[in-house]
């Protein structure tokens, strides 16, 4: 089983960035998928950004793509989440999470073995 930990969520204006890190450990990271769900109040969670396990291939929902990307450095155990010109329709919660399997990113949340605990990211008007 795969600790993950979210960090750099927090309050920014419309048009602002912010950069999430997710810090892993206790499990073999370098092998697995990894990516970004978000969940709004009273929303589902929904897929934001997911990457494979060498970092080779990206895959973005099309609410981001253009302004999120998702890097990951195995070294260091970590994935990212670079996101840029903020709405206030990306505010929620953000989680990443892990595959534990060799298999490629899903946009499904119940493919994903292991969550973070969350981070809050709120884009003011």
């Known amino acids: 089983q795969v600790q993950l930990v979210e960090s750099g969520g927090g309050l920014v204006q419309a048009g602002g960035s912010l950069r999430l890190s997710c810090a892993a450990s206790g499990g073999s990271f370098g092998r697995y998928p990894m990516a970004w769900f978000r969940q709004a109040p009273g929303k589902e969670r929904e897929f934001v950004a997911g990457i494979s396990w060498g970092g080779q291939n990206t895959y973005y929902a099309d609410s981001v793509k253009g302004r999120f990307t998702i890097s990951r450095d195995n070294a260091k155990d970590s994935v990212y989440l670079q996101m840029n010109s903020l709405k206030p329709e990306d505010t929620a919660v953000y989680y990443c999470?892990?595959?534990?399997?060799?298999?490629?990113?899903?946009?499904?949340?119940?493919?994903?073995?292991?969550w973070g605990q969350g981070t809050q990211v709120t884009v003011s008007s």
């Open positions: 999470a892990a595959r534990q399997t060799m298999a490629g990113v899903t946009k499904t949340p119940r493919s994903y073995a292991d």
